[in-house]
């Protein structure tokens, strides 16, 4: 099926420093989306983006996060300064649209451990 | 509390036997979409479903908005089907903010 990649899998990091998480969506993909797991517990939407913009964020996008997709490259996921709570594993995905066309396809994450 | 409650939370089950996961919402759920991370801990998209039913292979998925719950229905267990199934709703076709149930943990013995 479509495949959403993730870079790098896992990211090891000292508290306060700056982390950037990259995503390659689905390539004809509109919607960019990211989630974020805690120890194996459900999934927590963070933000998703359409068209350069975040279209919505949960009370758990702090001000520290910011996410961009310049120029149809990676779609990011940048957390500045990061804290010790901000570690979990991040998962990126896209759909082609919206309401009917929903279909989340997510990527393997991204484990980020800080320290 | 929980707005998408899955149950069982664990399940074990012997290869060959069927199971079925639940999903009850306490959100005027418009869409469902079912999920299994694996070992590894990818998340694979199993269903994605508007109120009805879907089958692939020995999978089977049914969502109900009326009575606000969501099935999803194993048969015949193989080994690789065990992991962690996620049931996740979307609110008022919410552009892709899905809100994801605890989990079943499934583990399939020989």
């Known amino acids: 099926g479509p495949k959403v990649l993730q870079i790098p899998s896992h990211q090891i990091i000292d508290m306060g420093q700056m982390v950037t998480l990259n995503c390659d969506p689905v390539s004809n993909h509109l919607y960019f989306y990211w989630y974020k797991q805690i120890l194996g517990q459900q999934m927590e939407f963070l933000v998703n983006?359409?068209?350069?913009?975040?279209?919505?964020k949960s009370k758990l996008f702090k001000d520290q996060f910011s996410v961009e997709r310049p120029d149809g490259s990676y779609f990011t996921l940048k957390i500045q300064p990061t804290a010790l709570e901000d570690s979990a594993v991040y998962f990126c995905a896209s759909s082609p649209g919206t309401g009917a066309n929903e279909r989340l396809f997510f990527g393997h994450g991204t484990k980020l451990s800080v320290l | 509390g929980d707005k998408v409650k899955q149950s069982p939370s664990a399940l074990s089950l012997q290869e060959g036997t069927n199971s079925a996961l639940r999903c009850n919402f306490s959100?005027?759920?418009?869409?469902v979409q079912w999920f299994l991370q694996n070992p590894r801990g990818s998340l694979i998209n199993l269903f994605y479903?508007?109120?009805g039913t879907k089958e692939n292979g020995r999978l089977k998925s049914a969502f109900d908005s009326k009575e606000s719950y969501s099935t999803l229905h194993i048969r015949d267990a193989q080994l690789e089907d065990s992991g962690t199934y996620f049931c996740?709703?979307?609110?008022?076709?919410?552009?892709?903010?899905?809100?994801f149930g605890q989990g079943t943990k499934l583990s399939i013995k020989p």
């Open positions: 996740a709703a979307c609110q008022n076709y919410n552009q892709g903010k899905l809100i």
């Open positions: 959100i005027a759920a418009t869409t």
């Open positions: 479903l508007v109120p």
């Open positions: 983006f359409y068209n350069g913009k975040v279209m919505e």
